[in-house]
């Protein structure tokens, strides 16, 4: 897999707090400098690269002389608001000595549940991306409250990497990679070097953020990495602090933590489903529709449909649940919740007999229709 890093065009990288930031919560510019010029070198070299940076609360707190993250939201969003000037400033200035021009692109967890700000979010990357631009993306973090918020940089990457068709994830660490255990309380810890498939196995080694500057630690990555082996898309952690680094994962060499990506690439709608929606319902399938769907890849019939539950009208996106109550599926609904629970377990033949009207045949049809790993 590594050997063929070289050919990807489109990369997303994301930089954790701690690469960014001295232990003093100060910016560390040395390090900004060095990242700088390697995304330069990257974009020099013909590649388009997409850099998600975290670090406007950390800045924040060194500019407003706060020693403890902030706890409430209102003050996390003032540091956020001083520091992600500060951060764009920065980046703004490192950049134009390489003569490269960047962009500040802002999301929540709205923008890429809602269908409608998703594709716009992925037309204007898309652009900036054609204009030669290096985009700087970080979550919204002045205007996101709790229930809008994707929470960590880490997940924000992952929904990027598939947003924007990358080819290669790159996350950069205030560590190599995934070890055996948080190296931080265990001496013995070790590198894993490649992760085929996020077992419970794996995910049971993640511990959380190593300092009060991160967020979430290994346990975001990992979840960055399922998000984006799902899309098909590999994802490398390795070491932000180590000069060079992202030159030897593009260049394939063995470095960091590789996690493998799924076989298939979904398709983007069905990307969206699976890990950018909003679901605002769910319906329990039977055994035969459950294996319908996972095993033949077919659309979700009414027949099969033996329960519906939530609020969710035409065109929602919902939760596919097995008969054991496990969602397996997400899909867009063609019908809504009181139309379904007349429907369910009828043919669809015998749909216009009990409506009075048919629009669609399947309640989700496979084109809008994606199975969750
Ligand atoms: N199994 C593990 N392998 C490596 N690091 C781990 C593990 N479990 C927990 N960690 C912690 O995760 C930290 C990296 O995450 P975090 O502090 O959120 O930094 P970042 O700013 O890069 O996102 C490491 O410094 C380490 O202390
Ligand atoms: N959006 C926040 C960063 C959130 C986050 O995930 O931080 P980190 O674990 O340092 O990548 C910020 O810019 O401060």
């Avoid at 000037?85 to 003569?99: D, N, P, Q, R, S």
């Avoid at 095993?295 to 035409?314: M, N, Y």
């Amino acid at each position: 897999m590594r050997e063929k890093f070289t050919d990807i065009n489109r990369l997303v990288i994301k930089v954790g707090t701690r690469v960014l930031t001295h232990e003093t919560g100060k910016l560390n510019l040395h390090r900004i400098e060095s990242l700088v010029r390697e995304v330069a070198d990257l974009t020099n070299s013909g590649r388009e690269v997409i850099l998600v940076s975290s670090g406007a609360v950390g800045a924040g707190m060194g500019k407003l002389g706060l020693n403890e993250k902030p706890k409430t939201i209102p003050e996390k969003q003032a540091a956020a608001a001083v520091g992600q000037g500060l951060m764009m400033h920065i980046y703004e200035k490192l950049f134009a000595e390489y003569g490269l021009v960047v962009a500040q692109v802002l999301l929540t967890r709205e923008d890429v549940a809602d269908r409608r700000r998703y594709l716009n979010a992925r037309n204007a990357l898309f652009r900036l991306l054609q204009f030669g631009v290096v985009p700087i993306v970080n979550e919204n973090d002045t205007i996101a409250i709790e229930e809008i918020r994707l929470g960590d940089n880490d997940t924000l990457s992952a929904m990027v990497a598939g947003l924007a068709d990358a080819g290669l994830l790159i996350i950069l660490s205030d560590i190599e990679g995934l070890y055996t255990s948080n190296p931080r309380e265990n001496s013995a810890a070790q590198l894993i070097s490649e992760v085929e498939e996020i077992t419970p196995e794996i995910e049971i080694l993640a511990g959380g953020a190593g300092t009060k500057m991160g967020t979430g630690g290994m346990v975001t990555k990992i979840q960055a990495a399922r998000i984006a082996a799902s899309f098909g898309i590999p994802m490398v952690i390795t070491h932000g602090k180590k000069t060079g680094a992202l030159r030897r994962v593009v260049a394939g060499d063995p470095c960091g933590t590789l996690f493998l990506p799924g076989e298939h690439k979904p398709a983007a709608k069905k990307r969206w489903i699976a890990f950018g929606s909003n679901i605002k319902g769910s319906i329990t399938v039977d055994q035969g529709a459950y294996e319908a769907v996972i095993k033949h890849g077919r659309s979700l019939l009414p027949i099969g449909v033996v329960d519906a539950q939530g609020e969710f009208h035409t065109g929602n996106v919902i939760s596919i649940l097995s008969p054991q109550g496990d969602e397996f599926a997400r899909g867009i609904t063609n019908y809504h919740l009181e139309e379904l629970i007349k429907i369910k377990g009828k043919n669809s033949s015998d749909i216009e007999n009990i409506l009075g009207y048919k629009d669609f045949d399947e309640v989700i049809h496979r084109d809008n229709l994606a199975v969750r790993v």
